[in-house]
């Protein structure tokens, strides 16, 4: 089955600093790759996503990047501010198996 | 709209007992999935269920079983409780696929004891 891995497992940044977070997947058949944010003691929620037929996405602040050959796709935050902190999860999505997460990356912002 | 609904919020089971937990997904999503959330594990796929049927499966013991109800409202049953089954058990439903977006419950935090 799909093996998604997630790295940093955790992140210190400075505010107004850039963070990124890199996700590799195994399954060539994935197709969907979302992003979810998990702040703490609250549920996890989307806040991008990008299909195999895009290389890039961005929404304001947010990026996110796939590299189909390489198997490997990025969240790029810019000008982090403090509620930029939290858990931040890659996944991906063949189609035929359920979404499959990476194991969350821990985004701490220095004030 | 509602989101996603999980009840109870909060549970504490002794060893040796079975729980059931409740997920009532946003009206008009038909498939609901479960997830195991451990600091160690990350997010564990459990189960997902469309139009009351399971469509897949996770790698868990067979104490995990689920079912979906007719209005899309499913519940996750685990019999036979042990200490590991510790853990925030979260649902999150969608329209069809995992890529119309998953809208997740708040989750129900299981403590054995």
């Known amino acids: 089955g799909e093996n998604v891995e997630q790295h940093p497992s955790t992140l210190s940044v400075q505010e107004g600093d850039s963070a990124v977070i890199k996700c590799t997947y195994s399954d060539s058949a994935s197709n969907y790759f979302p992003w979810y944010k998990q702040e703490l003691g609250k549920r996890p929620q989307l806040i991008i996503d990008i299909r195999s037929n895009v290389g890039e996405k961005k929404d304001q602040r947010i990026a996110v990047t796939l590299n189909k050959t390489a198997k490997h796709f990025s969240l790029h935050i810019t000008e982090t501010q403090p509620e930029d902190s939290a858990v931040y999860f890659c996944a991906a999505y063949t189609g035929r198996r359920a979404l499959t997460f990476g194991s969350g990356t821990r985004l701490q912002v220095q004030p | 709209k509602a989101g996603v609904t999980q009840t109870p919020r909060y549970l504490i089971k002794t060893r040796g007992q079975q729980v059931t937990l409740s997920c009532s997904p946003i009206?008009?999503?038909?498939?609901v999935s479960w997830y195991q959330q451990t600091p160690g594990q990350g997010l564990q796929f459990l189960f997902e269920?469309?139009?009351?049927?399971?469509?897949n499966k996770g790698n868990f013991p067979g104490r995990f079983s689920g079912r979906q109800f007719s209005n899309s409202r499913s519940e996750m049953n685990v019999s036979t409780l042990e200490l590991g089954d510790s853990a925030l058990y979260l649902c999150?439903?969608?329209?069809?696929?995992?890529?119309?977006?998953?809208?997740f419950g708040s989750g129900t935090r299981l403590t054995v004891v």
């Open positions: 009206s008009g999503h038909r498939s």
């Open positions: 269920y469309f139009s009351e049927t399971q469509r």
């Open positions: 999150a439903s969608t329209r069809d696929g995992a890529n119309y977006g998953y809208t």
